[in-house]
């Protein structure tokens, strides 16, 4: 495939007008240093959210969302998608356990070896224990995604601060 060729008579150099958002203290631009001490806190239902900072802080995150609480400015890591998949496979992975352990159960109930059946029975009931905490665990994390992913929708309508480095 041929490259397309732009002439002289195709293009123009225009002036273009835009509009940066500076994050400023005490009326100067912000500086990384500063923006470092800002305390790292969740957003409240009423915090006030000023907008986004792209910077990587070693250590920590790559986007920060800036909001404030009462008079107080603090910093916010949002995590990228990828930390915010949440998988449900040790759920399924303790409901086979769960599904196993009953089997066991109903082989050794048949077998009528009391000895067989209560150690199948206390394995059955651990498993159930470990069921129920997985899932506790899967829908805690869930509720967390979840939270997380609605903050990030509203953080990216607001707008991109600048900070000096």
Request: proline residues 2%; glycine residues 4%.
């Amino acid at each position: 495939m041929k490259a397309a060729v732009i002439t002289t008579n195709n293009a123009s150099l225009n002036t273009v007008q835009i509009t940066i958002q500076a994050l400023c203290v005490s009326g100067k631009q912000m500086t990384l240093s500063v923006f470092r001490q800002l305390p790292i806190s969740d957003p409240a239902e009423e915090s006030a959210l000023w907008g986004t900072v792209r910077y990587k802080i070693k250590d920590e995150g790559d986007v920060w969302l800036v909001h404030s609480f009462g008079d107080i400015l603090y910093r916010f890591e949002l995590l990228p998608a990828d930390m915010l998949r949440c998988s449900n496979r040790y759920v399924i992975a303790a409901e086979e356990k769960v599904h196993q352990k009953r089997a066991s159960v109903a082989h050794n109930l048949a077998r009528n070896d009391d000895y067989w059946l209560a150690r199948s029975e206390q394995d059955l009931k651990d498993a159930l224990d470990e069921y129920n905490n997985v899932l506790c665990d899967y829908e805690d994390r869930m509720e967390y995604v979840n939270g997380m992913n609605s903050l990030k929708q509203r953080a990216a309508e607001l707008p991109q601060l600048f900070i000096s480095i």
